[in-house]
């Protein structure tokens, strides 16, 4: 299958890149539309597409365009990097798949409480990767399977923690990448999987306590795992 792998930053791609050349083919690179550049592996193609929900659905958008313009589609796209834990469901190294992409803060404060986009009908705020592929690369990564929020702004204290966590009572992770790059993929008609491994917990922010690099370490991992089921036919 084609798999499309999008990223905010240079050090998950890198880590990312680093599970998948397990084979030990170098990886080629590709400038698209807008600056990006697309690392090209035999089992997946890697993009650092930016931080925030527009930048990952701008980046996504544009390989997708350029995929689908040289009638190169890809089968599956995977959003991918670190992000933050709700614990104790998800400690801090560990890895989360989702079972649901939730745009956590889309959407209106009114004197009731916060209200989603889609509640106030101006759209969608979930989007649901597909159950069987997700639950086998949970499985196959011994990760928690479990909702994880996209956030513009990133919990920095307990009481933003809780808000969430009271809303999302399932919710194993937060990232700010997750349903951007799913928005990109339903235009394109195809499945998105999304990846986290847990730098952070999602509370008071403390980068005494964040694991940035034990978590690149869960990444380079996870796709090491993957890098077989991505050879696989679509």
Not at 180 to 197: K, T
Not at 205 to 219: C, E, N, Y
């Amino acid at each position: 299958m084609r798999v499309l792998v999008v990223t905010a930053v240079a050090a998950e791609a890198d880590a990312v890149s680093a599970g998948l050349g397990g084979s030990g083919t170098a990886a080629t690179e590709r400038a698209l539309p807008g600056g990006y550049v697309l690392s090209a592996r035999p089992t997946a193609d890697v993009l650092a597409a930016g931080v925030g929900p527009a930048a990952a659905a701008a980046g996504t958008a544009t390989a997708l365009a350029v995929a689908s313009a040289s009638a190169a589609s890809y089968d599956l796209v995977v959003s991918t990097g670190i992000g933050g834990g709700f614990q104790p469901l998800a400690p801090l190294g560990s890895l989360v798949v989702a079972d649901a992409i939730v745009a956590a803060d889309l959407g209106a404060e009114t004197p009731g409480g916060f209200l989603p986009v889609d509640e106030l009908g101006f759209g969608r705020t979930v989007h649901l990767p597909p159950p069987g592929p997700a639950t086998r690369i949970a499985h196959l990564l011994d990760a928690v399977h479990a909702p994880v929020l996209t956030v513009s702004t990133v919990t920095g204290s307990a009481a933003r923690a809780g808000e969430l966590t009271s809303r999302h009572p399932r919710a194993a992770a937060e990232a700010m990448e997750g349903f951007g790059v799913a928005e990109a993929a339903a235009a394109y008609a195809l499945p998105v999987i999304e990846i986290r491994a847990i730098s952070n917990a999602v509370g008071p922010r403390d980068r005494s306590a964040w694991r940035i690099g034990p978590a690149l370490d869960a990444l380079r991992y996870a796709f090491q795992q993957l890098s077989p089921v991505f050879e696989e036919s679509p």
